[in-house]
């Protein structure tokens, strides 16, 4: 249970991307997730892949449904 939220960077004085915005996944109890982010980031890479609603890691099913996926792919990291 969570929320995805969007942040927008107002002054960076490291990396000088003002304007940029930044996506994090919010999880109630837990705070910002960084398993949810590198899921995200496999899945729009393509190593994990998706057939109907049931997702995959190289070739291993992980579950059934984004949320139950998402905590199965914890085990991975």
Avoid: P, Q, R, W
Wanted: glycine residues 16%; proline residues 0%; neutral net charge.
């Amino acid at each position: 249970m969570g929320k995805i939220v969007t942040a927008t960077i107002s002054k960076d004085k490291v990396f000088g991307k003002e304007g940029a915005e930044v996506e994090g996944h919010l999880k109630f109890g837990e705070g910002f997730s960084a398993s949810a982010d590198k899921f995200e980031e496999l899945l729009t890479a393509g190593e994990i892949t998706k057939e109907g609603n049931t997702y995959f890691y190289k070739g291993e099913k992980l579950g059934i449904g984004k949320g139950k996926a998402s905590e199965a792919f914890k085990a991975f990291l």
